[in-house]
């Protein structure tokens, strides 16, 4: 069975973002760089939520690793903008999970928003 480990960054006060979705708080340095790379080892799914997806596109995104599927799930987008590198989830998330953690791969890496982690 596929592993699914679920990450974000938070504040030290355990937000995940201050008012209007601000993330000022959030400092990357070589040590971040460093402990990112390595809990992509062996990660060869992505999953996002919506609101996550969208702050990476508006932040301008950044390279997929290689060999790695991107889904995002959204119960309001009816697509993905063009030239997206992931594939939409418009169904039950937990579904989803269950069969993608039944199917043989490496480990898959969440980064929802706590409303869809939630779940």
Do not use: H, N
Request: proline share 4%; net charge positive.
């Amino acid at each position: 069975m596929r592993k699914v480990t679920y990450g974000g960054a938070v504040s030290l006060d355990l937000y995940l973002a201050g008012p209007g979705e601000a993330m000022d708080w959030l400092c990357w340095s070589d040590e971040a760089a460093k402990i990112s790379a390595e809990s992509w080892k062996g990660v060869d799914t992505m999953l996002l939520g919506r609101k996550t997806f969208e702050f990476a596109q508006r932040m301008g995104g950044g390279p997929v690793p290689a060999g790695v599927t991107t889904y995002v799930f959204s119960r309001t987008l009816e697509g993905l903008p063009a030239g997206a590198k992931a594939e939409l989830v418009r169904g039950d998330a937990a579904e989803f999970v269950r069969r993608l953690k039944a199917q043989p791969g490496g480990a898959s890496s969440s980064w929802a928003a706590a409303s869809s982690a939630a779940r």
